[in-house]
């Protein structure tokens, strides 16, 4: 490839609208073009790098067992109504209608749609089977941002297992597991195992892989010593035993005038941690208490996942005072007849304080087992930094990620819901048991690049580059020095190097700078005082070192950089 003649239009400054490094990068580097919020054309160098990812990601789906397939971005209404996921999904699904009138959507992901390809499995003896695709996304994100991490439209390499029991799913999910590590590892992005929220999924549970990146959208919970590692939407920590002593015979009503906030009530001797903080929210249209420690935060995520709502809202005032009689501040559970659910960190708790559902009243002396209703005790506070780790005690650390891969145990909800059902061995029709496993492909490239770049430009791992090296004449005009140039380049390409020459009328700053804005990683430069001297340089974009060497030695040393 002749750098003349290929679409690379780099920019000199950052553009304005770029949120992440990534963004601003891809952007710069002239791989991407945004067409509009979410939407996002690749460019010859990206194409050249998506394909690259592809390539591992497809080696490694080989290894194990998967085979490719292709299924429709389009999907009719009807599989997706069969699994309840039509209503689920809410407005992030794109939805529209033929000329018919019958209800489609684009495809947001393809469990249904898979599972009912496999309903012309017939028997035990066909599994397991493993089927993947690369296919286009859609989701109706609200806010995309960060360039290639949050779109509306992106590739996903979304893997499906097919087994005929749990321990065949365990199986899979394992065999999915290490192969989504070797990716990662080949890829060059530092991922780590988390465990996860199944969300609108389902299923009994999933791992994330997430890429620490101070502007990942999720916060991972880590423990140092032992490995723990989840998003925080999963993760636990161990909470130190209460000893609340004998408490009072009943709740004590008290005045509290102005009283707001849990740091508002301290000053009537009320510990946060003694304190039941009563949150009201709207759970498919059922208002539902919902309750904390005082000093503990609540992740909605926990919260949708231990009801199973679709739904989840806060409730207005207006609706806390016709439902409550008081507004937040002074709301309590103690004799109501809502739905309460409570955190684990409440059971048994005593002498506790809580609203008194009258404004500026408190209530003191609460018992909870005794004096609240709890509908359904869960895991619902949101894990903080130095709290101790659920398995060896030690303080957890919490930081900000990418999630660039998510595998899922579905069980065989899909499987009852779309009529998926095979001979067992002892002659009964049963379910299969599926799992889910998704790599987002233009995510993972934002990924390398939040992962790998400097003040430069991008520093792309040698496995992922567009091109490996970059042969710049130093000056074009210069009818030796582009000759020497110009054989270099064609040594290499037969040699079955990924190459590009760049043989524009360009200053050397400027090609320069262009190869390390893209991220080549090795550099040939071709200038008239070296090859006075019979020499050539060759640069590595990771260490910045320059090697100076015989111009008959270039090809056979940069072809050992480049590898196999």
Known sequence: MRWSQMFAPTLRDD????????????????????????????????????????????????????????????????????????????????????RRGADHALGMTHEEIFATVARELNSYRQLPQQWYQFQTKFRDEPRPKGGLMRTREFTMKDAYSFDIDRPGLDASFEAYHGAYTRIFERLGIPALPCDASSGTMGGSGSTEFMCPSDVGEDVVVHCPACG???????????????????????????????????????????????????????????LTLVLLRGDHPLNEQKLMDATGAAEVRAADPAEIR????????????????????????????????????????????VDVGRDIDVGLWADLREVEAGQPCVRCGEPLETRRAIEVGHIFKLGDRY??????????????????????????????????VETHHDDRGIVWPLPVAPFQVAVVAAQSDDADVAKAAEDIYTALSSAGVEVVIDDRPERAGVKFRDTELTGIPFRVTVGRRGLA????????????????????????????????
């Open 15 to 98: 553009p304005a609208e770029a949120d992440a490094p990534s963004h601003r990068l891809l952007l710069r580097a002239g791989y991407v073009r945004q067409l509009t919020a979410g939407h996002y054309s690749l460019l010859p160098l990206a194409v050249r790098v998506r394909a690259k990812i592809i390539e591992i990601v497809r080696q490694e789906m080989a290894a194990i067992g998967a085979q490719e397939m292709l299924l429709p971005a389009l999907h009719p209404a009807e599989p997706w109504k069969r699994s309840g996921r039509w209503e689920l999904m809410g407005q992030e699904m794109f939805r529209l209608q033929d």
């Open 228 to 286: 723990y590692a989840a998003n925080i939407e999963r993760a636990t920590s161990v909470l130190p035993a209460a000893s609340d002593g004998p408490g009072l015979p009943s709740p004590e009503r008290f005045d509290t005038p102005g009283v707001r906030t849990i740091e508002d009530l301290l000053a009537y001797d009320a510990p946060a941690d003694r304190q039941i903080k009563t949150l009201v929210y709207i759970l498919d249209s059922t």
């Open 322 to 365: 016709d439902a409550l009689g008081a507004l937040p501040g002074s709301l309590g559970a103690v004799g109501v007849s809502l739905p309460v659910l409570a955190d684990h960190a409440l059971r048994d708790r005593r002498a506790m304080f809580t609203g008194a559902n009258t404004d500026d009243v408190h209530l003191r002396g």
């Open 415 to 448: 499987a009852r819901a779309l009529g998926v059902e095979v001979l067992a061995q002892d002659g009964r029709r049963v379910p299969v048991i599926m799992g889910s496993y998704g790599i987002g492909i233009e995510r993972a490239m934002a990924a390398i």
């Open 533 to 564: 001297e019979g020499v050539a340089e060759v640069t590595s974009r990771v260490t910045g070192e320059t090697e100076k060497m015989p111009l008959d030695a270039v090809v056979p040393h940069v072809r050992s950089l480049a590898g196999p």
